[in-house]
């Protein structure tokens, strides 16, 4: 079993800069391909990013590519979600999650931290 635990979200300024982190436990993480995704209120869950598991291929959603970045440093276990020029619309709790195969539909992924808020402000 996987347990994943997010951290890094917050208040941000539009046009601002936010770092995620999720960190897995186990020793199976590098085996794994991560995604990102998240629920804004009323709204439903929503890709955000994706990243295989040697994070040598990458997959972004269309309103986030060129502004945000994925990562992965497997000897810590962890993959990053770095944000920048932030929007308002950007505003959601953030998921990670991890999958067999890298993937842009929920359905594809079998664990889930239990988010971080972000919230950007104009």
């Known amino acids: 079993q996987v347990q994943l635990v997010e951290s890094g979200g917050g208040l941000v300024q539009a046009g601002g800069s936010l770092r995620l982190s999720c960190e897995a436990s186990g020793r199976t993480f590098s085996t794994y391909a991560m995604g990102w995704f998240r629920q804004a209120p009323g709204k439903e869950r929503e890709f955000v990013a994706a990243?295989?598991?040697?994070?040598?291929?990458?997959q972004y959603a269309d309103s986030v590519k060129g502004r945000f970045t994925i990562s992965r440093d497997n000897a810590k276990n962890t993959v990053y979600l770095q944000m920048d020029s932030l929007k308002p619309e950007d505003t959601a709790v953030y998921y990670c999650?991890?999958?067999?195969?890298?993937?842009?539909?929920?359905?594809?992924?079998?664990?889930w931290g239990q988010g971080t808020q972000v919230t950007v402000s104009s």
């Open positions: 990243i295989s598991r040697g994070g040598t291929s990458r």
């Open positions: 999650a991890g999958a067999p195969r890298i993937s842009d539909q929920q359905k594809g992924y079998d664990y």
